[in-house]
Structure formats: C-alpha cells, structure tokens
C-alpha cells in the first residue's frame, strides 16, 4: 500500500484556469510535507515545506495547505510555463517518502 | 549557496557491465546524501542513503552498492548491470537527520541498459 498518493496523475489546464492538485498520507507522525516541481530530464526543485495542519504557503501562482491527512498545491491563473511533474514527500523518522506525482499540462 | 553535482548526465551500458555514478556536493559540511531512482509510472524509490564517510544505508535489496569516500562525495555503483537497473537516478543531500529540511536534488543520470 502506497503511504503517499498523489491525484490526478495528469492534468490538462487551459491557461488561466486555476485548479488543485492532492497529495494524501496514511501515515502517522508526519514531521513535514514537502511539494517538489520537475521538468522533464531534470531533478525534482523544492517549492514548499508544510509542517502542521492549517499551514499555508505561497509562491507566486502556486498555494500549498496542508490538513490532517492530505495536502493541496493550488495553481491559480496558470501560464503554460508552470507545467511540470509535482511531487510530493512525507518526512516521517526516515528519508523522505515521494508520491508518483501528477503531470500538468497548461495549455495557451 | 550549496551546489550538487552529478554526472554523467547520460549513459548507455550493455548488460554485465560495471557502473560508477559520481555525485559531489559543494557549499556544505556534513550532509546527509542519498540515491533515489525515478522509473516511469514508480515515483522516486529510495536506494541509499549516508549520514556520515562510510555510513552507508540500504532501502532495497538491488544489484546496486553506494559509498561514501569523502564527506561530500556519494557513489553509485553496479559490478554487473542488468536490464532492470535501467531508469533515472537521482543524488540528492540534505541537512542532518531530525531537521525536518528539503532535500536538495541534482540533475540526475539517465541510464539505458541495453
């Protein structure tokens, strides 16, 4: 069973229409969630860490929140530059546990 | 600022062959450093991971072995590839174990095992 599972495994958005991507857990002790961003044959860049639930954080377009079992990276007025793989991790007492990631595909 | 290095950027080997991935950090002391592979539809699978020179942990039984020279030197390595050794390895390092901090990410090395 995964313990991260990220949804939907791709997304197709027309530039400008904002959307959410979810990352849940069913695992306990969560010490931090982090969101990634990849390009295509490159490595995963960090974007966020989320430490308690009802945190937020921002980075240009881009929200992460985080509740008790999930978390959203919300994407408001996406340009076609923001298209990417997001990966999610869960840091429990070990390395950091990714999710299979969600492909966006934002569309001019 | 800290930098991570890895290289080469592509690789073709035949099966049987041996590996060496090399993966330099720059700009920090100490780190903890990690090998992941990323296959298509998997996600990033956790090989090794080193909290110290000659501290090496394994997360999957492989045909793969890690070592750690130098405090910022982290080495994949294969004495016989096989087909399934194929995929996108990534080097990775972060801060020390408990600090709840990123782990910072290379560009990766696309290996094709023909």
């Known amino acids: 069973e995964d313990q991260v599972t990220q949804s939907p495994e791709a997304l197709r958005l027309q530039e400008g229409e904002s959307s959410s991507l979810n990352c849940s857990y069913t695992?306990?002790?969560?010490?931090?969630l982090f969101w990634y961003r990849q390009d295509p044959g490159k490595g995963p860049e960090f974007l966020f860490t989320?430490?308690?639930a009802g945190e937020e954080k921002e980075k240009e377009r881009l929200k992460a929140t985080l509740t008790k079992k999930e978390s959203f990276l919300h994407i408001t007025a996406p340009k076609p530059e923001d298209s990417a793989t997001y990966l999610c991790?869960?840091?429990?007492?070990?390395?950091?546990?990714f999710g299979k990631g969600t492909r966006l595909s934002v569309i001019a | 600022s800290q930098t991570i290095h890895q290289w080469p950027a592509t690789l073709v080997q035949p099966v049987g062959s041996p590996l060496s991935l090399e993966c330099t950090v720059e700009g920090t002391s100490n780190p903890n450093l990690y090998w992941y592979r990323q296959a298509a539809g998997r996600g990033l699978q956790l090989l090794f991971y080193?909290?110290?020179?000659?501290?090496i942990s394994s997360e999957v039984p492989q045909n793969l072995s890690a070592s750690r020279p130098q405090d910022r030197q982290f080495i994949l390595s294969s004495k016989k590839l096989l087909l399934s050794d194929s995929g996108f390895y990534l080097c990775?390092?972060?801060?020390?174990?408990?600090?709840?901090?990123?782990?910072?990410f290379g560009n990766g090395t696309r290996l094709t095992v023909t």
């Open positions: 990775a390092w972060g801060s020390e174990t408990g600090s709840n901090s990123p782990l910072h």
């Open positions: 695992v306990s002790g969560l010490r931090g």
């Open positions: 080193s909290v110290g020179i000659g501290q």
């Open positions: 991790a869960v840091q429990l007492n070990t390395p950091l546990v």
């Open positions: 989320l430490y308690s």
